[in-house]
């Protein structure tokens, strides 16, 4: 996958906010091209960020094929800001 969305917006501080705080990372490590491995990141870690994700936007995450070619954390950023501008929800306050 390659990633098209602008690491800076609020939308995508608000999904790497998820990210550090569902997968227990310092948010100073994740990057756009950082790895979950990288991040030391294990599947069930991304089922609770993708829950996380979830209740934050108030979106459905369905687990297709956009989902398991995620490669970095620019993907996750990617294909959750499409379901988000999709959905017309913009998250809830933290």
Known sequence: MSTTVDMGTPLAQQ?????????????????????LEDLGLQ??????????????????VPM???????????????VVSGLVQASGKQGQSA
Do not use: H
């Not at 089922?47 to 459905?60: Q, R, S, W």
């Not at 297709?64 to 990617?78: F, L, M, R, Y």
């Open 15 to 35: 999904i790497i906010d998820v990210i550090a705080r569902e997968g227990m990372v310092d948010r100073a490590k994740i990057t756009a091209e950082a790895t």
């Open 43 to 60: 599947s069930i870690d991304m089922v609770m960020i993708l829950n996380g994700i979830e209740e934050k936007f108030d979106i459905y």
């Open 64 to 78: 297709d094929e956009s989902i398991q070619k995620i490669a970095n954390v620019g993907d996750v950023v990617d």
